[in-house]
């Protein structure tokens, strides 16, 4: 066996990254000051103190072996974006380049807003965009192929200052919700917390498979997922995959993602396989929210480039494969202040955690009143497989708190005060060799879409590759508004102790019908979810709308997160998104069945149809009843598949039509017929590949892509 080197993790980790470290040791005392305001305080940062701490990064970087730098920004295609430039100025008189790298550079980029997604913002607009520096997540250097870049997070906005990326309306959220924090905070008492900030750490599941046969596979490359293939003969239905031992290969690949990651000052934590055949999953330890999104980008982009130099390939779409578990994304939320308090931690006699109580239900709330919104926020055109398909979590919105804060909150309900919290027991193993411990006194939920994990919510919903900032700018933002609700009525109120007390039971009784422990998976929950009145929005496309509804504009409003304009050019993103996926999807299984699924099984057919007339003739009675009943299947199923296809083609004709005029009616044509026709189209060459010899079949098989790695 191959033996790796040593690794000092401790003086790896963050050797790529300039962080508050190297700030403290390179940057002019004044100069760090100055700095630290702004990441502390939100002060603006004068050109001079710019240009200094430009001038270090520079020479930290090119340390580093840079030679580039750019502005790393998350435009609302899915994924970050990038404009390099070299450090390289205009040659000098005796032909000497310098390397330099100015404040401004620093502070302000421009790139082509055109080549972006704006969601109409561009045709009302200047087609100008610019990013600026986000100095509370640190810069790093990226080593990879094209040598090492400074990478620089910034923010992206149109001329007119309307975001067009994810990071501008999480920081207005993160603003948002510390704002309202501390009102909360100072009127229970609270006078020595500065800031309120969300910690967010997001669990990432991917699918690994091997690089060559990934290239055999046409829909892969084209689309992130399979479009068509039958599961094979062992599924996972043994559940023994997870976390079954690594595999040397992807062990390998795990080892180096973590080296790189931990370099770029990503705290990648645990690792294990999932339920899937072939699924894993990476988890970091939680940060600030605005850094966590970065990091979870950093993650994504890592695990796509460490599995290339392993030939192997990172599939990160929601649902590679039908019949297998899809991947997603569990977002791990909590409020942190400054000097250490997590709002949402209950302490050990939660029924006497007055403030505790007060944030717990607020978030009730928040989750009840704005549960498709939410819902929204998960929404991508790979999670339409999960949510709302036949797998976790639902598309329904839900919180499951545990036995223990239901309780408190049944009390809180039925008789006006809670007077105790039920307690977890002593594990009992009846194994005297395993030291003894105390079980949490709630245990877990893992159908639940939202879900309350001992000191954070965890919002199970995210997809996989989509990005986790509209998920939390969305969770921000409604707590923040319920937050200020509640200050509204406390500070309203002649005794304010009753009020918080009143207001916490107002909140429990009103908004009841969002807690649910139960299965969330069983059909009687989407019954019971419907009685209650909850939403069930099972598809993106009947989601977007409520970005544009009154309740949210509103919202988004009153807390300068977004405005009506940007709300609108989002949701006309999302319908283009939907459409463009699902017209690629369509159009690519189309070619993949004229190109290669047609011709394979005429082959095969002509196959099957010589070796009869070479029975016959050798053996004239013999019986060849098998090999006509296979010709005769294969000939109807692909008759079938003809007609289908034929159907599909009309309707994403439809579809691209529509396209350029009305990107909603687009979306539901896409989402109605091109999908329902595709589905049907999958049937027929599903079974086709059922019985089509294996040597005859154009592409890899699930068998072959899951367990062959
Ligand atoms: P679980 O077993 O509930 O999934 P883990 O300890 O595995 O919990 O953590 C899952 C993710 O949640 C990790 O990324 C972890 O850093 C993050 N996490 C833990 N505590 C918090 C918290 N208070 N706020 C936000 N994220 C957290
Ligand atoms: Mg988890």
């Given at each position: 066996m191959e033996t790796v080197d040593k690794i000092n993790v401790a003086e790896i980790f963050g050797e790529n990254v300039f962080d508050d470290r190297v700030m403290q040791e390179r940057l002019p005392k004044k100069t760090y000051q100055k700095l630290k305001q702004t990441i502390q305080e939100g002060r603006e940062l004068d050109a001079e103190t710019a240009d200094v701490i430009a001038h270090e990064m520079k020479e930290w970087a090119i340390e580093k072996g840079a030679t580039h730098y750019t502005h790393w920004f998350q435009p609302l295609t899915g994924v970050t974006a990038e404009k390099h430039d070299s450090f390289i100025s205009a040659p000098k008189e005796d032909g000497k380049v310098l390397m330099s790298f100015s404040g401004k550079e620093l502070v302000k980029g421009e790139p082509d807003a055109s080549s972006f997604p704006s969601g109409g913002l561009r045709a009302t607009f200047e087609a100008r965009g610019y990013t600026s520096w986000d100095p509370t997540s640190p810069a790093f250097v990226r080593e990879d192929a094209s040598g090492a870049t400074l990478c620089i997070p910034t923010a992206f906005c149109s001329y007119t200052g309307e975001a067009l990326d994810q990071k501008t309306p999480l920081l207005r959220s993160m603003e948002a919700i510390n704002e309202q924090s501390l009102r909360l905070l100072r009127l229970l008492g609270n006078t020595t917390s500065k800031r309120v900030l969300p910690s967010v750490g997001a669990e990432q599941e991917y699918f690994i498979i091997d690089r060559d046969k990934y290239l055999k596979r046409k829909d892969l490359i084209y689309t992130g997922r399979t479009l068509f293939g039958r599961m094979p003969a062992k599924g996972q239905e043994m559940d023994d995959h997870y976390f079954g031992t690594i595999r040397e290969r992807i062990a390998a690949f795990m080892r180096d993602v973590d080296i790189e990651l931990w370099k770029l000052g990503v705290t990648s934590k645990t690792e294990h396989n999932e339920v899937a055949p072939g699924q894993h999953e990476l988890a970091p330890i939680y940060s600030v929210a605005n850094v966590a999104v970065d990091h979870n980008h950093l993650v994504m982009e890592t695990m796509k480039r460490v599995a290339y130099k392993h030939n192997l390939y990172c599939l990160l779409h929601e649902k590679p494969f039908a019949g297998v578990n899809g991947s997603g994304k569990h977002n791990n939320w909590s409020l942190v202040t400054d000097d250490g308090i997590n709002l949402i931690d209950p302490g050990k006699s939660p029924h006497e955690n007055i403030q505790f109580l007060l944030v717990l239900t607020c978030i009730i709330a928040a989750v009840d009143d704005h549960a498709e919104l939410l819902r929204e926020s998960a929404a991508d055109v790979g999670n339409d497989h999960r949510l709302g398909a036949n797998e976790a979590p639902p598309a329904i919105m839900s919180i499951f708190l545990g036995d223990q804060l239901q309780d408190v909150l049944e009390q809180l309900i039925h008789t006006g005060t809670a007077t105790h919290s039920i307690v977890g027991s002593k594990m009992n193993t009846e194994i005297k060799a395993l030291p003894e411990f105390m079980k949490d006194a709630t245990d877990r939920n893992r159908t639940s879409p939202f879900a309350f994990t001992g000191n954070k919510f965890e919002f199970?919903?995210?997809?996989?590759?989509?990005?986790?900032g509209e998920a939390n700018v969305v969770l921000n933002t409604i707590v923040a508004e319920a937050f200020s609700n509640a200050c509204d009525y406390i500070e309203a109120a002649e005794d304010k102790d009753q009020a918080v007390h009143d207001y916490i039971k107002k909140l429990a009784t009103e908004h009841q019908r969002i807690l649910f422990n139960g299965d969330g998976y069983a059909p009687e929950w989407v019954e019971e979810a419907a009685k209650r009145g909850l939403p069930n929005l099972k598809s993106m496309v009947d989601a977007i709308p409520v970005l544009t509804e009154e309740k949210t504009v509103a919202m988004f409003k009153k807390f300068h997160v977004f405005s009506e304009t940007e709300l609108q050019s989002r949701a006309e993103i999302e319908y283009e998104q939907y459409s463009k996926q699902i017209n690629i999807e369509g159009r690519a299984m189309l070619n993949i069945c004229t190109k290669q699924i047609i011709p394979a099984v005429i082959k095969f057919e002509t196959k099957v149809a010589n070796s009869i007339n070479a029975m016959v003739t050798a053996v004239p009675d013999i019986d060849v009843s098998v090999q006509t009943e296979l010709l005769t299947e294969t000939a109807d199923l692909l008759s079938a598949a003809r007609t289908s296809m034929a159907s599909l083609s009309d309707a994403v004709e439809k579809g691209s039509q529509l396209l350029s005029t009305d990107a909603a009616a687009a979306a539901h044509v896409y989402h109605d017929e091109v999908m329902k026709y595709m589905e049907e189209l999958r049937v027929s060459v599903d079974n086709l590949e059922q019985l089509v010899g294996k040597e005859d079949w154009p592409m890899p098989s699930y068998g072959d892509l899951l367990f062959e790695v």
């Open positions: 199970r919903s995210v997809g996989s590759q989509d990005s986790i």
